[in-house]
Each structure stands twice: as C-alpha cells, then as structure tokens.
C-alpha cells in the first residue's frame, strides 16, 4: 500500500509540476496585437477551409431567390441541401464520382446547375463557388451586367422522370407517363401516386384567355397585320390591362399562343410548323435526364423554358428548412 501511495503522490507531483511550468512559460509569453491578429487570422482560415469541404462534400445551404416554390419555399428561405444524395461532386459544378445507385427520385426538390448560366471561366466560376460557400450564402460576387446576383443553382422540383412527356395548359402540367398512350392532369396523377399537393396557382384560369390574345396580338403585328385582328382577340386582351395579375407573366403560354398564331398566318413556312409542333406535342425526357418545375406553376422559370437537365447536373438534393426560425422544417417527405 505504503508503494502505492508513493507512485501516486510521485505522479501528482510530476504533474503539478509540469503544470507549472506551463503557466510560467505562457506568462513569460510577450503577447502583441500583431499575434493577437495572426491567431485570429489562423482560427478564421482554419473554420473557413472545414466550411467549404462541408458545403462540398455533406451539406450546403441555399437562398430561395425567387417565388417559383410558393407555396412549398417562399423568398429569402434558407435550405439546407444534401449533397452526396446523387453522387460525389470532386470540385465546384465539376465531375461526380460514385454515382451508383444515386438516381434522382420522382418529386424530389432538388438543386441543380442553371443551363443558361453565362460562364464567365472556369476560374471564376470555381472562386466564386468557393466564396459563396465559404461565407455561408453571405456573399456573392457572381454577378449579372445589371448588377443583380446571378443565379448559379436552381432549387425546383423534379416532376418528368425519363421516358415521360409532359405538356403544359394554362399553367398547369400535364403528363404521359412512360408506357403510357395519354396525357393526365398532373393533380389526377399526383393523388393516384400518393404525392403531396406541393404545386400551387398564382392567378386565377381567367386570367389566361387575356394572355393568349396577347400572344396572338403579338403575331399579328410581327406579320404586318396588326390592323387585321380579329375584334374578340383585342376585346380579350384589353381585359386584363391593369388587372390584379399584371405581376405575373407566363411567358410559356403567350409563346404558345404566339407561335400557333404565327404558324396559322404563314401556313407554308416549316420553320414555324416545327416550332408549333414543339408546343403541341409535349417535352419529352431523355434517359439520364429529368425535368424540373417549380411548385408555383404559373409563375415559374423552369424546365419548360431550358429543357430536361442531365441529372449529372443535379447538385442535391433539399432535405430540410432551418429559416426563418418559425418555418423550420424537414423536408424530405415533402414527396
């Protein structure tokens, strides 16, 4: 017992003392505002460095920047987006690994790489990544030559899988399942599916009556026959002037409206019956490839302007909200 006693009280000693020596040395430490600084400095770079290989390789955060997700994701929400969910992403907007396995699923709201981006280099493009990425979404300095943020990512929901068509009527979708012969309203298709009710309205089904008059009052005058329109064309246009909707521009269906005007006007020209053609049979999905809308289908920049996005373009995949603080939320039964 007597040795036991001894071990120990030589091991406290031992360790008292060297304590000591610590605290002499750190006091006889000549500490300066110039190392207060660089020990900072080392603090920030270091959280700076595991901020980026988080946002890179597990999680991301994401601002909702524009209404396309009402009612699901409203402006200036912050998500946060899981970013192994459909494969590795090795660097910034770059090559995916391990891929196997990881297809986007039907209904899932996920981020992806806008296809109208204006690259400004790949430099510039991965710099710009890093900053986002590294101040939390605070800061972004990608921006468009109006000075407006430019939007590197979408957040939308994948709606066309591959093998599907899907068409678009007064805001709404309306889809030809793979295997299938016939279009079905996308609410009809969502309820026998068991999907959530995500997509909403932003303007009433009177409102686009006026909008594709405008579209053919459009045509009219690009042909040089403005003065020849048909009276209830102008008489239904002339509705909607300075309605409760003006806010809102579904510029898909006034395309549609103008082409089949055009194509009707000039019946020879194959240039337009192709780009009717377009509209009238649907936006069909290629293998490897999805089709994402936005919730908010009357008012939303999305597939049906770009197309089916590639899925090795899908960044994540938004698993959750965590402001503003009275909404957060998961997000990953939002299917």
Known sequence: MERI??????????????????????????RTVLSEIKGWIDALVFAIFWVIIINQYLFQLFVIPSPSMVDTLNVGDRVIVNKDSYGVELYPAGTKAFTDGRRVQRDEIITFYNPEYDSKGPFFDILSQVIYMGTLTLVNIDRNPDGTPAERLYVKRAVGMPGDIVDFREGDAWIELAGTDGFIPEAEFRKEAGLVDGPSRSVDRSYYPGLRAAGRLTAYQEAGLGGQAPLHTI?????????????????????????????????????????????????YIPEDHVLPLGDNRDNSHDGRYFGPVREDRVNGRVIGRFWPLGAISSLMDNI
Do not use: C
Request: glycine share 4%.
């Open 235 to 283: 008489a239904d246009y002339q509705r909607i002037i300075g309605s409760e909707y003006d806010w809102v521009f579904d510029r898909y269906e006034l395309e549609r409206a103008r082409t089949d005007a055009r194509a009707s006007l000039s019946p020879d020209d194959m240039r337009l019956r192709s780009d009717r053609a377009h509209y009238d049979n649907g936006i």
């Open 5 to 30: 006693l001894g071990l120990v009280e030589r091991s406290a000693e031992r360790y008292l003392t060297r304590r000591k020596r610590i605290r002499l040395y750190e006091k006889s430490r000549r």
